[in-house]
């Protein structure tokens, strides 16, 4: 495999995908975008959006989800799975986001996992989101990647580093999201593997 037909397949993989909003995109702020990455850890796109959106309304920044009351918090985002976490997770967010970063989100992988509610996954994802270069591995990267044969590897670091080792730079920032998209789009298993089937013969 070679970067020019892992590109050519990526293109396929984009047009066999529509175009829903995923919960990573279209905020107002980068500190919008990273909360939102956390709270849709294991939880719909669609309603992340829906919650998101209900949240930022009342804090749209850090100074103000820093001094939120988690019970509060709770109430707004109780339709998120495992929210009684991800309330404790973007308040604590917020304050080392206020008090050490002066309400931006850094640019830069090891500061931003030792955020609260912020692993490897979810700082990638938002570093490819704002402009700067990651790739996020989760289960539908992992499975598509798979199949098409960019990797052989199962856990995410080492497909992450395959993910890199196959794709120049400047175009880390379109697997995860173009990936994402194809996954959500189809969702039936047999459908799903049929179509990567066919792009897999793309050269």
Not at 170 to 175: F, T, V
């Amino acid at each position: 495999m070679d970067e020019e037909i892992a590109l050519r397949q990526l293109e396929e993989l984009k047009k066999c995908s529509g175009n829903m909003r995923l919960a990573a995109e279209k905020w107002d702020s980068e500190f919008q975008t990273l909360i939102s990455i956390i709270l849709s850890a294991r939880t719909l796109d669609e309603t992340t959006i829906k919650v998101g959106t209900k949240l930022f309304e009342e804090y749209p920044d850090t100074k103000s989800l820093a001094k939120a009351d988690i019970e509060d918090i709770k109430q707004i985002i109780n339709s998120i799975n495992f929210f009684e976490n991800k309330s404790k997770y973007i308040i604590e967010c917020s304050k080392i986001l206020e008090k050490e970063y002066n309400g931006n989100p850094p640019h830069d992988l090891d500061k931003l996992i030792q955020l609260s509610g912020v692993g490897r996954k979810t700082a990638n994802v938002f570093l490819s989101e704002v402009g700067s270069s990651g790739i996020g591995v989760d289960t539908h990267v992992q499975y598509i990647s798979q199949r098409l044969g960019w990797t052989k590897n199962s856990k995410p670091e080492k497909i992450e580093d395959d993910l890199k080792m196959l794709f120049s730079k400047e175009n880390w920032n379109k697997i995860n999201s173009s990936l994402v998209r194809f996954g959500k789009t189809h969702t039936n298993r047999s459908v799903k593997d049929k179509i990567l089937e066919k792009i897999k013969e793309v050269k």
